[in-house]
């Protein structure tokens, strides 16, 4: 069973920096899509961070110059630096991963569990 497992979040001062983990159970055959999700009290899930095939990241224009995601494939782990958080930084946080696990199998939308990041003094 393929899992997304997250860490790090927790609570910080405006100012403050956090970063998220999530570490795959598995080493996917191919990816489709990963990326870093938000979801605010009240509000609708919005894209935080999206990788793109070429390797480079778009970033919602609200992070931008203060989130960096990245990946290490050895560890088969995507990470948020977020710097500079600011009180509507928080919101439940979640990894994405459109995958395939073998050659000839669909792609699958897997989602880790969210961790929850709260800015606050």
């Known amino acids: 069973q393929v899992q997304l497992v997250e860490s790090g979040g927790g609570l910080v001062q405006p100012g403050g920096s956090l970063r998220l983990s999530c570490a795959a159970s598995?080493?996917?055959?191919?990816?489709?899509?990963m990326g870093w999700y938000r979801q605010a009290p009240g509000k609708q899930r919005e894209l935080v961070a999206a990788f793109t095939t070429g390797g480079s990241v778009n970033y919602a224009d609200s992070v931008k110059g203060r989130f960096t995601a990245s990946t290490d494939n050895a560890k088969n782990t995507m990470y948020l630096q977020m710097n500079n958080l600011k009180p509507e930084d928080t919101a439940v946080y979640f990894c994405?991963?459109?995958?395939?696990?073998?050659?000839?199998?669909?792609?699958?939308?897997?989602w880790g569990q969210g961790t929850q990041v709260t800015v606050s003094s």
């Open positions: 994405n991963v459109v995958g395939a696990v073998r050659t000839s199998m669909p792609w699958v939308n897997y």
């Open positions: 598995i080493t996917f055959f191919s990816i489709r899509t």
